[in-house]
Structure formats: structure tokens, C-alpha cells
């Protein structure tokens, strides 16, 4: 692949990340004594960052539910990408021709790059699984803008890893075997172990121990990382994504961009969630993490 499309895949995420950071920064910063009804740029703003119970009733414009859309649409993507990327990998059939324009991984083969895609389609499923038999949506809705940029976001994840297979390697692929890969799988599932009971917890608060739902209020969390954090599975997606960036050596600029983009993105959700909380519960602990312990607090 040409170093200009590996800048431009840098630039998107790096935009990414950014923009995130400012917006952020910008709900710090307008936090206290905003009239958002006087507001017309706060109020759009509000509209593009919230989604869910942190909308509360700013819901102006074209919203849209169904969040496990965004999940399945995953799933369904990098099993294409994974069909062609192993078929290009151990059985010589090239790829399609827009996505070799992509990559020349057509002869080239990176253990790494197989192992992140697989990770990813994993993490994939199992959010999916959780999204349809674990968690309990209430009435949160999403903008119709962060629902185009959610699908944008997965078409874009699943290019991103295809383009580094363009990293040429003359070593058989099990000479390619490291203990990064060793290192980044154990932190994988670290990670996703504590995301899915944090997703759980949050899931029981509404449901009867037989599993059966009784309510859709939402209530405190308690338990595995809520007691360091106030959103446990934000601080897991990050590691998650880190663990990619690991299993695929720890050296990849590009993989490093989409993690710092997740960690603006999963920071700005958690400060949104705990801004809720504390609205919603007097008794909510004042000296609660946000998003990474010991680091971020209200």
C-alpha cells in the first residue's frame, strides 16, 4: 500500500480522535450555568454527543433505535473481510479488486494482522450476543447522524486492519508467532471477561434473579470494576482496543490513532453517563472515577 494512503488512514483516525478530545472538552467547559434553550450550536452539539438514557429530553430532530444494529453490521462486515483476508492468506484467491486496492496482502502475510481481525469479529459477536440476550434497553434513542457515522465507523475499522496487511513479511507463518500475540490475546480476554459482568450488572438491575425483567428504571451499579470506576465497560473497551494495538506488535502508528481515538470517544461517553448519575442520584459517590482510575474524576 502507498505511504499516501497509510497517511490518509492516519488522518482519519487522528481526526477522529480529536474531534472527540474537543467535544470533551467542550461539554467540560459548558458544563455549569448553560442555557441550552438560548443556544442553538449547544443545542446541535448536545443532539451529536448524547445517545440513550443521556439524552434525557433532548431529542430534537430525527432520531432512530436499535442499537444492536450497529453490533450486527460488525459482525456481518469483518466476516466478509475475514473470508477474504483467510482466502487470500492460505488458498492464493485474490482480493476483490477494491480491496486490493487496499492492501497487497495478496502474496504477503501477516500473522498479526489475521489474529486482530479475529479478535475483533470475536469482540463483535460477543457484544452482539450481549446486546440481544443480555442487556435491557429502555427508550434511549440515537441521532440519525451517529447512526450513519456508527455504520461509517465499522466500514472503516474492518479497512483499517485490512490495510496492514500491506506489512511484507518473507518469514512462514509459524516462524511469526511472538509473545506480543501471547501478550495482546491474555489482555483481550482479561478485558472482555470484565466488560461482559460489568454489562451484566448493568443488565441485573432490572431483572428478577430467574432472569426475568421487572423494571426499566436505572439504578447504581455495584460490583466487580464500578466500585474503582463509574463506567467500568468504557475503561474495557479501551483495553480491548489496546490489546489489538498489542497483538499486532505494539508498534503500529496506525492501530495506536484508533486507540487514542477510542479513548476520547469511550472518556466523552463515560463523562456523560456519570454527569446522569449524579443528576439522577443524590446518593451517588462524589469521589467516583469517571473513565480511567486514579486518573479521572468529576
Request: glycine share 4%.
Amino acid at each position: 500500500m502507498s505511504f499516501t494512503c497509510w497517511a490518509f488512514i492516519d488522518f482519519i483516525w487522528l481526526f477522529l480522535a480529536l474531534a472527540f478530545a474537543f467535544s470533551l472538552c467542550i461539554l467540560k467547559l459548558s458544563r455549569a450555568n448553560v442555557n441550552y434553550s438560548n443556544s442553538k450550536i449547544l443545542c446541535i452539539f448536545e443532539d451529536l454527543i448524547r445517545y440513550g438514557k443521556t439524552k434525557n429530553d433532548l431529542r430534537r430532530g430525527a432520531f432512530l433505535r436499535g442499537f444492536s444494529i450497529f453490533i450486527l453490521f460488525s459482525v456481518i462486515w469483518n466476516s466478509f473481510l475475514i473470508r477474504h483476508h483467510i482466502n487470500a492468506v492460505f488458498f492464493g484467491v485474490p482480493y476483490p479488486i477494491w480491496l486490493s486496492d487496499l492492501s497487497n496482502a495478496l502474496t504477503n502475510f501477516c500473522l498479526s494482522v489475521l489474529l486482530i481481525h479475529l479478535l475483533l469479529w470475536v469482540h463483535s459477536i460477543r457484544r452482539l450476543y450481549e446486546c440481544l440476550f443480555i442487556s435491557v434497553f429502555s427508550d434511549g434513542v440515537i441521532h440519525i447522524v451517529q447512526y450513519c457515522f456508527g455504520l461509517a465507523y465499522y466500514i472503516l475499522l474492518g479497512l483499517t486492519v485490512i490495510s496492514t496487511s500491506s506489512i511484507s513479511s518473507t518469514e512462514n507463518r509459524y516462524a511469526q508467532i511472538h509473545f506480543s500475540h501471547f501478550l495482546g490475546i491474555t489482555m483481550f480476554i482479561w478485558a472482555s471477561v470484565h466488560q461482559n459482568r460489568c454489562l451484566t450488572i448493568l443488565a441485573n438491575l432490572r431483572k428478577e434473579n430467574n432472569g426475568k425483567v421487572i423494571n426499566m428504571h436505572h439504578s447504581i451499579p455495584v460490583g466487580d470494576w464500578f466500585s474503582l470506576i463509574s463506567s467500568p465497560h468504557y475503561f474495557a473497551e479501551l483495553l480491548i482496543y489496546i490489546s489489538l494495538s498489542l497483538t499486532l506488535g505494539g508498534w503500529n502508528l496506525t492501530w495506536w490513532l484508533v486507540v487514542l481515538y477510542v479513548l476520547f470517544n469511550q472518556a466523552l461517553a463515560a463523562a456523560l453517563c456519570q454527569e446522569f448519575y449524579h443528576k439522577k442520584f443524590d446518593s451517588y459517590p462524589n469521589v467516583s472515577k469517571v473513565f480511567l482510575p486514579a486518573v479521572c474524576k468529576k
